[in-house]
T-cell receptor, first 116, second 113 residues
Framework: EAGVVQSPRYKIIEKKQPVAFWCNPI?????LYWYRQNLGQGPELLIR????????DSQLPKDRFSAERLKGVDSTLKIQPAELGDSAVYLC??????????????FGAGTRLSVL | DQQVKQNSPSLSVQEGRISILNCDYT??????FLWYKKYPAEGPTFLIS???IKDKNEDGRFTVFLNKSAKHLSLHIVPSQPGDSAVYFC????????????WGAGTKLIIKP
């Protein structure tokens, strides 16, 4: 079974430029999460989707960040314009809605963003 | 306001000995706790979990202990192996925060041969 796939793995941009990250969750997983992880810290939730509905976006900086999961499968996270403080690793995770594994989040390898 | 704290940034343990990683939390509304392991350039990988109604859960070399009165969680790895060298994150799920996972800052475990 394929895991959570994220692309690109690395991205270097200049400040004020836009950037987008893509995530394909594990097949059959209804719930999708986007996290941001700064160096030396744990992941911080940005947004959680149940199918195509964003059910928790309280920590998404909506002035510059946006996300979508149009068909309830893969998802895109966008930053426009990027700021120096956005440099971090952006992680995508997914989990099933039911079953023993519903309490576990499965992570992709992440996208490391550097804003210059 | 850190609700989940891992106070040891790093820990060094001899191969074959026991590794004990600690995690403290402040929110009594946490109902589920998880440990994840992370290798460099990879995403976190689930290791073991425990419900707040239990005080111990074991899976092979890994055991998680929960002391609710002390709001303390620990992960025991025995015996420790070189492949266990990684960063370990403690995470807690909150009933009062839409079941969001709150993460500690991680502890880097180094297993010495």
């Amino acid at each position: 079974e394929a895991g959570v796939v994220q692309s690109p793995r690395y991205k270097i941009i200049e400040k004020k430029q836009p950037v987008a990250f893509w995530c394909n969750p594990i097949s059959g997983h209804n719930t999708l999460y986007w996290y941001r992880q700064n160096l030396g810290q744990g992941p911080e939730l940005l947004i959680r989707y149940e199918n195509e509905e964003a059910v928790d976006d309280s920590q998404l900086p909506k002035d510059r960040f946006s996300a979508e999961r149009l068909k309830g499968v893969d998802s895109t996270l966008k930053i426009q314009p990027a700021e120096l403080g956005d440099s971090a690793v952006y992680l995508c995770a997914s989990s099933p809605r039911t079953g023993v594994a519903k309490n576990i989040q499965y992570f992709g390898a992440g996208t490391r963003l550097s804003v210059l | 306001d850190q609700q989940v704290k891992q106070n040891s940034p790093s820990l060094s343990v001899q191969e074959g000995r026991i590794s004990i990683l600690n995690c403290d939390y402040t929110n009594s509304m946490f109902d589920y706790f998880l440990w994840y392991k992370k290798y460099p350039a990879e995403g976190p990988t689930f290791l073991i979990s425990i419900s707040s109604i239990k005080d111990k859960n074991e899976d092979g070399r890994f055991t998680v202990f929960l002391n609710k009165s002390a709001k303390h969680l620990s992960l025991h790895i025995v015996p420790s192996q070189p492949g266990d060298s990684a960063v370990y994150f403690c995470a807690a799920r909150g009933l009062d925060s839409n079941y969001q996972l709150i993460w500690g800052a991680g502890t880097k475990l180094i297993i010495k041969p």
